[in-house]
């Protein structure tokens, strides 16, 4: 799950970007939040943002093993009234609005695998290695007003080694139309027994191999998670991004041998130009 992701953010001070306000003019993101890139600056046509963040994450899931990662970010997008397609790194997709108060989003991409090595420590040696995947993702947001200020969520992410489903309600801070502030979000996260297994079960192959207990999971309730999203632009083009998420397990989950922690954490941040 890490698709959620700063404490660091408090650095980010209202008097650092006092230049924001030059920068947001007239310009209207799709819908104004700062978890969805809208480098399109309100208009139809191209929109593109180039960039580069770094994470501080768990090795993999369940890890108590943590570390820096460096990855791309931003997007290639093409709006076309309330509507965006965009490429965004390993992900192809779409989002709509509708209504000013429904946001649908339709996405094609690739889930990372878990390999032996990710564990220094050895924790995974006998486990063996999962293969990268395709993954769908189906999402839906509901505001309670025009101005998204509260909404709701619901997410499927069906993938070739299992489904997952995210329920949650968020908050936007900040008054900006053009999807810089801030935005707060608790979710409820549910997996079926295929991805349970897949990432914190241990057959019994594995269980000889590696010298962990066999375990065999079934679906359900996988979590409780909170997620804090960051966006604010420097000038006219550069954009500061940052996103912290923590996400507890629960008892079954957190009693497996592989979960080391009974929890995940990520702060990211990096930086965007948009062109």
Not at 70 to 88: E, H, L
Not at 117 to 132: A, K, N, P, V
Request: glycine share 14%; net charge negative.
């Amino acid at each position: 799950m890490k698709k959620f992701t700063g404490v660091v953010l408090a650095m980010c001070t209202p008097a650092l970007f006092a230049q924001t306000a030059l920068a947001q003019d007239e310009k209207t993101a799709l819908v104004p939040l700062p978890s969805l890139e809208d480098f399109t600056r309100g208009e139809d046509g191209w929109g593109f943002g180039l960039g580069l963040g770094v994470e501080y994450e768990s090795a993999y899931e369940g890890s108590d093993e943590f570390g820096f990662e460096a990855s791309p970010a931003g997007a290639v997008q093409w709006r076309r009234g309330d509507n965006i397609f965009y490429w965004a790194g390993e992900a192809l997709g779409w989002r709509g609005l509708r209504s000013d108060t429904w946001l649908l989003q339709a996405s094609v991409g690739f889930e990372e695998g878990r390999e032996e090595s990710d564990s220094d420590d050895g924790r995974l040696d006998g486990l063996g290695d999962t293969d990268e995947g395709a993954e769908f993702v189906l999402q839906a947001r509901r505001a309670f007003d025009a101005d998204w200020r509260y909404w709701l969520d619901g997410r499927i992410v069906a993938s070739e080694n299992g489904n997952l489903g995210i329920v949650g309600v968020g908050r936007r801070f900040g008054e900006q139309k053009d999807g810089t502030g801030s935005e707060l979000s608790i979710v409820a996260v549910f997996h079926d027994s295929d991805l349970a297994n897949e990432q914190f079960g241990v057959d019994p192959s594995q269980a000889a191999a590696s010298g962990l207990s066999e375990t065999d999971l079934s679906g359900g309730f996988r979590s409780i998670g909170a997620n804090y999203n960051y966006r604010a632009y420097i000038n006219d083009n550069w954009q500061v991004f940052g996103e912290v998420l923590y996400e507890h397990y629960s008892s079954d989950i957190a009693d497996s041998p592989i979960a080391r922690n009974d929890y995940e954490a990520e702060v990211g941040v990096g930086f965007i130009y948009v062109f």
